[in-house]
């Protein structure tokens, strides 16, 4: 006689988002199934999710140290992209801006789960995914590099498509703020938040390459 099979309920896996700001991508993991929770140093009244104010290494570290890391199955970390922006050493300094993507890696390594880092296209990033509105159907030009823990490959996405004329994309410097913040998909945010975020589509399709990494892994 054949066993019975076991059926265990379904979870949805678990998102830790360092560095969440408003929760721009924090939506884009929650829209591909995750349980989200944010981590920030300043307040975000607009987030969406369960938040903790907190110095992110410091509670990462915490979190480490306790193993209740374990809580999560993803740790995802934008750490403050000012030391290597373009746009702040025409406007301010770097050397005013700590760099928290170096220290902030190494602890990504010690949780022993899978992480993924975002930042600018400057920063010192293994570009194991560029992305851009474009590439997601969005009137948006924000390029953002992704490492992840697991590398490259994943779906293949178009080409970036940067048109001009009266089809152009929509630009950071863009003169109606309100039109920027729509056009990724961050209807919930401020102005203000929305300069600092990175559209949702970004991280559904790269919570989408993890999951399936992960299915494949277990397969």
Not at 151 to 174: D, I, S, T, Y
Request: with cysteine; net charge neutral.
């Amino acid at each position: 006689m054949t066993p019975p099979v076991l059926i265990r309920p379904a979870r949805r896996p678990r998102l830790l988002d360092l560095c969440c700001g408003a929760g721009g991508l924090s939506m884009g993991y929650h829209l591909a199934g995750f349980d989200v929770t944010g981590v920030d140093l300043h307040p975000q009244p607009n987030y969406p999710f369960a938040f903790h104010q907190a110095d992110a290494l410091t509670y990462l570290t915490d979190l480490i140290t306790t193993s209740r890391i374990r809580e999560f199955d993803l740790v995802h970390a934008s750490w403050p992209c000012q030391h290597f922006a373009r746009v702040t050493a025409w406007r301010g300094s770097r050397g005013a801006h700590p760099d928290l993507l170096t220290p902030g890696r190494e602890l990504l390594k010690a949780t022993g789960l899978p992480w993924v880092i975002e930042n600018v296209p400057e920063a010192p990033l293994r570009p194991d995914h560029i992305l851009c509105g474009s590439q997601f159907g969005l009137r948006v030009r924000r390029h953002r590099l992704f490492e992840t823990s697991w590398g490259g490959g994943g779906e293949l996405l178009p080409p970036c498509w940067h048109p001009k004329g009266r089809n152009k994309l929509l630009a950071f410097e863009h003169k109606d703020e309100r039109a920027y913040a729509d056009a990724m998909g961050c209807t919930w945010m401020t102005n203000l938040e929305a300069r600092q975020a990175v559209p949702p589509a970004y991280s559904q399709w790269i919570a989408e390459q993890f999951l399936n990494t992960d299915e494949r892994a277990a397969a």
